[in-house]
């Protein structure tokens, strides 16, 4: 790394726009992303009563749920807690009651929607 290239990139989050998904309900906001290896650290919004439709998590993904809840067929995930997925995990993902999530993903998801 040159001298003069900082090690720390600072996100202001406000600053940056939500962004619409395909999925209707759902959108996000992109903090980091490496577009080489598909690493990718994101909010996403989800309004109450949507679906993340069937998806496989390529790498690891973590998600940490600052409000609401994130419901799957194991379990929910609700505000302060966190939960991560193996590698090759497949499911759908819930917000009854809607939900903001921190995500970070180090590769992207497999989508197994019809409209992907």
Known sequence: MAADTPASTYVDVDDIPWQQTRWPGIEIKVLMQDETTG???SLTRMAPGTTLPDHMHVGIEQSYVLEGA???????????????RKAGSR????APDGCLVLGMFQKPNKFFDEDA
């Open 91 to 94: 499911h759908e993902a819930h």
């Open 70 to 84: 994130l419901v799957d067929h194991e379990g929910a995930c609700t505000a302060g807690n966190f939960v991560w």
């Open 39 to 41: 690493m990718m650290t």
